[in-house]
């Protein structure tokens, strides 16, 4: 290793002898080449060249799907702490006024937008899951293009074809490093989100297959997020930021600025240094048969999946039943035992340690039915009706139950017992949340941000993005109109 | 470790309970915290708190010559195809005309203007190296700051403690994970410069320590660049790019925008994710005691260092007995075996091939007395002189040549045989370039681009940035004024 790194420095120059994929001296120096197809090339072929009327219906509705839940969200957080400060920070920097921001007034160049909606999209981490990486796709890709859409018209239907393309982009190049990447401590959705921006960008600005190959090496170069940074303002950073710096990375090689032709798969490329696993074949199997898009899924409540399934059963319950908290006496739960690891706090006292409760998340759904943003909120974990409740939740932990099942059984003071088994909670790939529950989110996630008749407005027009001859008419439609 | 990220997916929520320093639940489940010291808020603190006055008279000089050599370099790579395309690319998106670009009239916002220069300071790959490391310190640090202090004057006496300070945070991050991170393949100057650039910038700011502990976990999320771009555009962009995430961070944590406080060291923070190595005695150690700016060295020659002996010896050579071409029958060199396999191409073709071309390098050095960019231009490559003349270049391999020497002996029609040993090369730590070298490969770099006065004026201002009221003024004298 430390031979290596001489011959590095000693190389300096313009570093070619560095790289054996150039076939420099340094090749001849037994620096063996790790066999790998042409993963950059081959990705940047697709990405240029799939076409819309080549999607699956399937695909093109989750798709749809997914830009509805993301303009949700995104408009849901405008008006958080976060947004507030990184608007104020960056406002005097900002280029010309290209593109808005969610739920605000302000307008910013299309690289400084797409960070601040990007950060949106994760104030509450209640944006779309991929849920064999982890991945949260859509902030990165739809920041990106939906800025570049305002400043420059795409029809709908390009627009979600290259959604799409760069949703399969990031979620293909989680794939081949997932679970290793993830677990030493990258933020998976910042780390494989600027691809997916770079090449959803890329491919509205109309790059050159060369162009993508650039794009992509340049996206490549900026990784973005720890997880050391959950818990703070810098875990919303970067989806932002991943949005930003694929779009840097689409406008730089747009006008020809090179990279390395194999910077995902080379031997000192992406994969190889930022991952000890290497799966090409999650990359390059199936470009356009096999779709991640469909794979995307929603969250139905404001917190961990862990406690989905709680929140799930107790909402039904509810429902069926018109349980008024004064009638309840007990609530037991037998739960696997990552809800306690994750969600025991007996006694939260915020509305974010309410999402680490089960007690809170359990008893706040028996009482408003939901469990949104608002149920996790200040006002809700300290509500004198969700703290009596919560003290009469009894999670017992049962190895036998599975993290996507809960049976939860509500003893009444009259000496009734409900009970109610969930298999798999709203939400999850086997239960997706249909689109009207996508609705009832969206509109809860927007009230008080936008007036009800414009959040109907954008809602109609993520639903018909095919149909749009701009698709920034959406992120027109998002933003408040300037003063 | 699919485990763990079971667990991650589950938890979702804003992710508190992934952060073993959080003491949220995840650190009952068994995820042992790594014992380190508070390195990031130790840095934090001292780069907060040092004082110009209190920096050694030696360390201030190195600062300066660091800046010298800097604005020398970003001057010459002005005018590249690489800096005509990013300047191209992102004017569309630029903000107000805050801060000069080196050598040209454009004016773009900081951030994207700290951009431009850094990547213009590594075009030819003629920048500072810390040699333990390989960093190139000033690119990143001194294009970030001199942006800001465009915007925003400051003393020069606080600009160069900043600059300093920058570049002992970004080498000592560096030394604490060399050479492992570099090895496997992250391109040091990006990674550990976006920390240096992040601290200098915020320094001038006036960050309190918990602004600046976030700035450095901000700049944590933002590692850039990969070996892999080695030879294309990219590689300069890295520190070009880094310039411009240390200061996105301090900017926005300028602010209150948060971080982890513990982003540098970690379970999942940036050093045990990045590198399989981690020291953080050399953070943290002699903090204003031992500085590693005294180690920064500058380049004579535009090429690898591995070549630096050789053109040494022939200048010497040449100067000391005013050798004809023609008179020229033989010319040996006895070299480490690291010269035939780094820069053993016989005939290249093109100036950046005469960089790998040991053959090239000696026969110009004897024609020309010089080994600048010009002289690994296509001109010089192709010139008939240099050409005849590097037929009769004939190194040989002797493993008992240490990388830094050389011997080389001239052989003459007439009889006469001459020669030179070199122990160490000029331009390293035991014989570093002298500031009138420096100067001559200033004037040689900004010689076409800038007119003569103002080349002399830019360098003045350089030598005397401690007694300026506005560093500032550096950058505006290094660019063109406006037409």
């Known amino acids: 290793m430390v031979e290596m790194s001489r011959r590095a420095v000693m190389a300096g120059g313009a570093g070619l002898a560095l790289n054996p994929a150039a076939g420099g001296p340094a090749a001849a120096a037994g620096d063996a ?51 507030d400060i990184a608007v104020s920070a960056l406002s005097p920097f900002a280029g010309r006024p290209q593109a808005g921001l969610f739920g605000r007034r302000e307008r910013f160049d299309i690289m400084n937008a797409a960070f601040i909606n990007g950060v949106s999209s994760h104030i509450f981490d209640y944006d779309d ?18 800025a570049f859409a305002e400043m420059k018209p795409v029809s709908g239907k390009d627009f979600l074809n290259a959604l799409i393309l760069g949703v399969e982009t990031e979620c293909r190049i989680g794939n081949s490093v997932y679970p290793n990447h993830y677990d030493v ?18 491919r509205l600005m109309g790059l050159t297959e060369q162009q993508m190959v650039w794009a992509l090496g340049l996206a490549a170069s900026q990784p973005v997020g720890l997880r050391e940074s959950f818990g703070s303002m810098n875990k919303s950073f970067n989806p932002g930021r991943a949005a930003g710096n694929g779009l840097f990375a689409a ?27 290497q799966d090409w074949s999650e990359i390059t199997d199936g470009l356009g048969q096999r779709y991640e898009t469909l794979l995307n899924t929603y969250k139905p409540f404001a917190c961990g999946i862990v406690l989905h399934p709680a929140i799930d059963a107790a909402i039904q319950l509810r429902n069926e039943n018109q349980i008024a908290p004064s009638d309840v006496k007990r609530i037991e739960l037998n739960v696997n035992p990552l809800v306690l690891e994750l969600t025991g706090k007996r006694t939260p006292q915020t509305g974010l340690q309410g999402k680490f409760s ?50 939860l059984t509500i003893e009444l003071n009259d000496g009734r017992v409900l009970s109610k088994h969930i298999e798999h909670a709203i939400g999850s790939l086997e239960r997706p949340m249909s689109d009207s529950d996508l609705e009832h989110k969206f509109v809860d996630l927007a009230d008080g941000i936008l007036p009800a008749e414009r959040t109907a407005k954008l809602m109609q027009l993520c639903w018909s993005v095919e149909s749009l001859g701009s698709a920034g008419e959406i992120a027109q439609a998002g933003a408040k109109p300037a003063a």
């Open 33 to 83: 080449v790790q066999p790998a197809p042409e993963v950059t090339r081959i990705l940047a072929r697709y990405v240029v060249e799939a076409q819309y009327d080549e999607l699956p219906a399937d695909v093109r509705k989750e798709g749809v799907r997914t830009l509805f839940n993301y303009v949700g969200v995104a408009v849901g957080g405008s008006h958080h702490e976060t947004i």
């Open 129 to 146: 899951t991929h849920l064999k990486t982890i991945i949260h796709p859509g902030g990165p890709v739809i920041s990106a293009i939906l």
């Open 185 to 202: 401590g990258w933020h998976i959705t910042g780390t494989t989100g600027v691809f997916g921006a770079a090449a959803a960008a890329g």
């Open 251 to 277: 406008i730089l090689a747009s006008k020809g600025f090179t990279s390395s032709d194999r910077m995902i798969e080379a031997k000192r490329g992406w994969a190889n240094t930022i991952s000890t696993k």
């Open 358 to 407: 089960v007690y809170h998340a359990v008893a706040v759904a028996l009482i408003e039915g939901a469990g949104g943003e608002k149920q996790f909120s200040d006002r809700a974990v300290l509500d004198p009706a969700v703290v009596d409740l919560r003290a009469k939740v009894a999670p017992r932990v049962d190895p036998g139950v599975k993290p996507e099942q809960v049976d």
